[in-house]
């Protein structure tokens, strides 16, 4: 009796535990479309992310130029619109799927509450207002209302995708992070155009097809229109959540010599898919 009680008991639990990975599918699905048209809105570069701090940070900041348009990610209405002692001149926006947006440390408010917004309407002016240390926006989604405690506030990576810090960001994007292609490098990458192959790429530069693949972490001969392939074995495409650091560590090179080699600086905005020389 007691052997069929703990059976039961694990069949109890898997059902649960499947159960919650069920609705925590849905959950995921359901954020996703209710925020499918949403933009990002500003310009600048990720300074600091989401569940930072010790998990007290609940927003992202983007730092940029003082004076940059920030912008409503999606229509709305604007619920608060004042100066805050830490959020300095802030934006409060209501969308239609429930979320709220926060738009935080401006320099200058160009909304009023109660007022309806558009997606990619400016609300204000990236500043340095509140309780900050320079010039940023201090970004927050919250599924449902905005809080004290912020018990609702999720993560802008769900919704814009998985960044890091470092990374250049740009305004009124679904995808802030490519928004720029990554220029050709003569010599050292290829963006494949309609019709290519991989067996006529390497024809054309004196590579084969086992080194594009190599080079590429490519596991079969699929490739697709746009896309840029290494045509060095010293050369590495940047991928999403790259920064220069962490590609200097990985590679086993020190900072200064990957900038030099590629005529940067620490400050040099990179891109993914852009191609860089590790050597």
């Not at 809105?41 to 600091?48: A, H, L, S, Y």
């Not at 609300?123 to 004290?148: C, D, M, Q, R, Y």
């Not at 010293?234 to 920064?243: A, H, I, K, L, R």
Request: hydrophobic share 35%; glycine share 12%; net charge negative.
């Amino acid at each position: 009796m007691a052997d069929y009680g703990r059976r039961l008991l694990i069949v109890i639990v898997l059902a649960l535990c499947v159960g919650m990975i069920f609705m925590t599918g849905r959950v995921a699905k359901a954020e996703s479309d209710s925020t499918a048209e949403w933009r990002f809105p500003v310009d600048g570069t990720i300074t600091d992310v989401f569940g930072s701090r010790s998990g007290t940070h609940k927003g992202m900041d983007i730092g940029g130029e003082e004076g940059s348009p920030v912008h409503s990610v999606a229509d709305g209405v604007v619920t608060r619109s004042y100066l805050s002692d830490s959020y300095g001149h802030v934006v409060f926006v209501r969308h239609d799927n429930g979320y709220e947006t926060v738009y935080a440390h401006l320099i200058s408010r160009g909304v009023k509450e109660g007022q309806e917004v558009h997606r990619g309407e400016p609300v204000g002016k990236l500043g340095n207002t509140g309780i900050s240390t320079g010039p940023h926006l201090h970004f927050e989604i919250h599924a449902g209302e905005w809080t004290f405690e912020k018990e609702n506030a999720i993560d802008p990576f769900v919704v814009f995708g998985q960044g890091g810090v470092g990374q250049v960001v740009f305004a009124e994007k679904k995808d802030p992070y490519q928004t720029v292609a990554a220029s050709q490098v003569a010599g050292d990458s290829y963006r494949v155009k309609k019709g290519d192959t991989l067996w006529s790429i390497s024809h054309e530069h004196g590579l084969t097809v086992d080194d594009l693949k190599k080079w590429n972490g490519l596991k079969d001969a699929t490739i697709a229109v746009g896309q840029e392939l290494s045509l060095r074995e010293d050369s590495y495409q940047v991928e999403q959540g790259d920064t220069l650091y962490s590609i200097a560590v990985a590679h086993g090179i020190e900072l200064d010599k990957l900038l030099a080699a590629n005529d940067l600086r620490r400050d040099s905005p990179i891109y993914p898919s852009q191609t860089l020389r590790i050597h």
